[in-house]
């Protein structure tokens, strides 16, 4: 009963949590807490218990939002489940066999999952990224023209402007994937 219990309360929590981190803007860091509960059962109890416990959570997430959010969430939190509970329980000092299979397997769902949620969305963090950068160029722009500049000076302005956004928008998505690579170095 008290195993049944727990299962549930770490279900509840970590439901909670992902739909704080969904709806809630100035909370959604709280999202990567969502394995949390299921990695400390899995290591308590067993890690089918684990796995059957994110299923639920999911299959409510999905209920409450969407079927697809909860089968991304799913695919997304699962094998970072599977490898935290395996290697604790294991007491492994290094990720070295499994860890970089779910490391990379980690990551190839979470650019698959952008894609597809940018393709059904509308919504890239690329373009996201964009607005604002283009935002902040015009008011930047704005503010320069207040300083009576002559024209030549505001056209090179702008012009050096725009070419580093040009800049910072092709690095972006490079050194994300780097940053998620070379996470599975260490």
């Known amino acids: 009963m008290k195993k049944i219990v727990e299962i549930l ?16 803007m100035p909370l959604q860091f709280i999202i990567f807490l969502y394995a949390i509960p299921f990695v400390v059962i899995g290591i308590k109890h067993e890690i089918n218990t684990s796995i059957i416990g994110m299923i639920l959570s999911t299959f409510i997430i999905g209920l409450l939002t969407d079927k697809l959010s909860g089968l991304f969430i799913l695919i997304t939190f699962l094998p970072l489940n599977i490898a935290l509970v395996y290697t604790i329980k294991s007491r492994k000092k290094t990720l070295r066999n499994h860890g970089y299979f779910y490391s990379g397997l980690n990551n190839i769902l979470f650019f698959i999952i952008m894609s597809i949620m940018g393709d059904i969305t509308g919504v890239s963090i690329i373009n996201q990224i964009e607005e604002f950068l283009n935002h902040t160029l015009n008011t930047q722009l704005e503010l320069l023209e207040d300083m009576d500049l002559s024209s030549y000076e505001m056209f090179k302005l702008k012009d050096t402007m725009e070419d580093k956004l040009k800049e910072v928008l092709l690095i972006i998505p490079s050194t994300i994937m780097i940053f998620f690579f070379n996470n599975d170095l260490y």
């Open 9 to 24: 309360l770490a279900v509840s929590m970590a439901t909670v949590v992902m739909l704080l981190g969904i709806y809630y």
